[in-house]
């Protein structure tokens, strides 16, 4: 499985980002899939998760403010509003299948005034 993000870029703080996640294959309707990010210097997080059932649910600091969303089970969305500069970092997507974990490149999101 290979695993491409896109949309990231340099925003000010309050814009808006919608990153996406393509899978090479059809597979987020059967595993669901997650998003992390890495700031510099600091441990990955969990950001955000979709089940394959399509529920959602996200870390204390983003709640309100990005949203995931999916409409065919090759391809998640996560969409950003109300950037803060804690938001940077490069932003990662992952999906476990069975007992093996697929990352992708990661799409780097920056937000400074």
């Known amino acids: 499985v290979q695993l491409v993000e896109s949309g990231g870029g340099l925003v000010q703080p309050g814009g808006s980002l919608r990153l996406s996640c393509e899978a090479s294959?059809?597979?987020?309707?059967?595993?669901?899939m997650i998003w992390y990010r890495q700031a510099p210097g600091q441990q990955r997080e969990s950001v955000a998760r979709i089940t394959p059932f399509g529920d959602t649910n996200y870390t204390d600091s983003v709640k309100g403010r990005f949203t995931l969303s999916s409409h065919d089970p090759k391809t998640v969305y996560l969409q950003m509003n109300n950037l803060k500069p804690g938001d940077t970092a490069l932003y990662f997507c992952?999906?476990?299948?069975?007992?093996?974990?697929?990352w992708g490149q990661g799409t780097q999101v920056t937000v400074s005034s």
């Open positions: 992952h999906v476990r299948v069975f007992n093996d974990d697929y």
């Open positions: 294959r059809s597979i987020f309707n059967l595993y669901g």
